[in-house]
């Protein structure tokens, strides 16, 4: 990826693979076709004619997929690694639990990692483009590193009351706090197979998660396996908290991306990173005061240790040195994953990144099965091939309606060239 002249600069798409990727205008232009104002709106384009990614060959296909394969691979098998092992002598072990640290560290590299991704894309001869061009796009860039930032320590809480092929599952399922949220807030309806898609997930889930396989056999283990059943349900709940903010991030990066036009991805990385990690470390340093009061009792700080959250993961970090490893191979993963995304993007397009994507999270289960030992029942089997059954037949449904789409355009093109 060096330094030279793009055929089109970065553009997002909406960012769940499960919204339909349609658009009435071009989210961006040639960079030096665009006349940026004082607001952060777009004057009106010259005309000039448009390129395409057609000079996209095999060798940059491979490129990308294996990108998104191998870095998300491995970024998903440390963050189980780190989250579900021991620590310490028999009897005395203890697990890393301390989800806003890793993050920090996690955003301080996606940080560093999308600057040099946005002066890289940059074409030679342009001068690149600040990650916050206009004020009015500082409270839309907050919102969405505060719901990122929030969003993390619900779903590592979750893990201690279920399983990582659960945890897994469930975050497959973005669609649903994406759909409502649309229907919510922003009244949008969809057509019929998408509440299909919807009822099929979620069935599936609800499948996998009552046949979980840790219900106790015996007269005598009533107690333990009710125990079980609310440890789980509490989890869920934590795990949906979770969903909602993804889904919150989700819809106010689409807003971001509509609004403040032609805002790219690199930019959105660098800035939405920088801006969470500066909320993260915010929370670290004030944390050992909050944890002393009744807000931090309610939201269960006291776990990290009275001392707070920052000072006893870097104690821990001296107890065991080579967890560092783990952290700092999750934390590069995560942010060369999110370079080989936008790279999807601007070098394909959705369609292929759509694919991409629902593979990705099918061998993610599959590693972790196999790295760790987990065991499915027949019916966590079938809990499964609804979710990803409903996952691949919305995006197949989403290729053929990209494909339709940009096959439209073309003879809408041939037809105007024909015309003058």
């Not at 032609?262 to 930019?267: A, D, E, H, I, V």
Request: net charge positive.
């Amino acid at each position: 990826m060096a330094r030279t002249k793009q055929a089109r600069p970065i553009e997002r798409q909406t960012s769940s693979e499960y919204v339909s990727y349609q658009s009435s205008t071009p989210r961006s232009k040639q960079r030096h076709d665009v006349a940026h104002q004082s607001n952060g709106a777009v004057s009106k384009p010259a005309q000039t004619p448009i390129l395409t990614k057609q000079d996209a060959g095999a060798t940059q296909l491979v490129i990308a997929v294996a990108g998104i394969y191998g870095s998300f691979l491995t970024w998903a098998y440390l963050q189980e690694k780190l989250t579900t092992t021991p620590h310490g002598p028999p009897g005395q072990t203890e697990r890393f639990k301390y989800p806003v640290f890793l993050n920090t560290i996690q955003s301080l590299f996606a940080a560093a990692t999308g600057a040099l991704y946005l002066w890289f894309s940059t074409p030679k001869g342009s001068s690149v483009p600040p990650i916050i061009p206009s004020s009015r796009i500082l409270m839309p860039l907050l919102l969405v590193a505060l719901t990122s930032s929030l969003a993390s320590p619900f779903g590592y809480a979750s893990l201690a009351h279920i399983d990582y092929i659960t945890f897994l599952l469930a975050k497959s399922c973005k669609l649903l706090p994406v759909m409502f949220l649309h229907i919510t807030v922003f009244r949008k309806r969809y057509p019929l197979y998408k509440y299909m898609v919807v009822a099929a997930v979620t069935a599936g889930v609800a499948v996998f998660t009552l046949h979980s396989g840790k219900k106790s056999k015996g007269h005598g283990s009533g107690s333990g396996s009710a125990a079980t059943e609310r440890n789980s349900a509490w989890g869920l709940l934590l795990l949906g908290i979770n969903l909602l903010f993804d889904g919150l991030t989700n819809s106010t990066q689409d807003y971001i991306f509509g609004a403040f036009q032609p805002y790219s991805g690199p930019q959105m990385m660098c800035a939405n990173n920088l801006m969470s990690m500066a909320v993260m470390a915010t929370y670290l340093v004030l944390s050992p005061w909050l944890v002393h009061t009744g807000i931090g009792e309610w939201l269960g700080m006291d776990i990290a240790g009275s001392a707070g959250e920052l000072e006893d993961a870097l104690a821990f970090m001296a107890r065991y040195p080579g967890v560092w490893s783990d952290i700092l191979g999750f934390a590069a993963c995560g942010a060369i994953g999110q370079v080989f995304i936008f790279y999807t993007l601007s070098t394909f397009s959705s369609v292929l990144l759509v694919t991409v994507t629902v593979t990705r999270k099918m061998f993610t289960m599959m590693l972790s099965v196999v790295a760790f030992g987990h065991r499915l029942t027949q019916m966590q089997v079938l809990g499964v091939g609804l979710v990803f059954g409903g996952i691949g037949a919305e995006a197949a449904i989403a290729r053929r309606e990209k494909i339709a789409k940009e096959e439209a355009k073309k003879a809408a093109k041939a037809l105007a060239a024909k015309a003058q």
